[in-house]
């Protein structure tokens, strides 16, 4: 696995965002870093918009839908994409540890730059980026189309 060592004259800040399963609000936790433990600076929770929570249970709800097939294909596909770099790592005789980061496109799945309705444009990619990484070591980035979209693109 891939560790790098950052230069610590200032310190570093990361972010996390979660939704729980209830879907009733949303966290956000920034936590500084330095040379001494990481330190919780802020916290808060947001309420879920009511328009958001009540399509996100219903999505989330077992039933005849296409969610269990595309999760577990998106791991699959992840665990193909791990196996082929793996091997060109190994066919290439590039030393692992000095690949710095894989670049996975992933798989499209659906692309709709205009959206459905004329509003909320999006793009799907699937090919785990996580089972990418884990099963690599290397750490791994994606969903580009999904940024430029998000940018005002056309993914």
Do not use: W
């Amino acid at each position: 696995m891939n560790s790098y060592a950052l230069p610590m004259q200032q310190p570093i800040y990361f972010m996390g965002i979660m939704s729980g399963t209830s879907a009733d609000g949303i966290d956000v936790a920034i936590v500084e870093h330095s040379e001494e433990q990481p330190k919780l600076i802020h916290f808060c929770e947001y309420p879920m918009p009511q328009e958001l929570r009540e399509p996100i249970l219903r999505l989330a709800e077992p039933g005849i839908d296409e969610i269990d097939a595309l999760g577990a294909l998106d791991r699959a596909l992840g665990k193909s994409f791990a196996d082929a770099s793996n091997q060109s790592i190994e066919q290439s005789g590039v030393p692992q540890n000095r690949i710095i980061a894989i670049g996975s496109h992933g798989q499209t799945i659906r692309h709709r730059p205009k959206g459905v309705d004329g509003s909320n444009p999006f793009s799907l990619q699937i090919g785990c980026a996580a089972t990418i990484a884990e099963m690599t070591g290397i750490t791994t980035v994606s969903d580009f189309r999904r940024r430029d979209i998000a940018a005002g693109g056309e993914g």
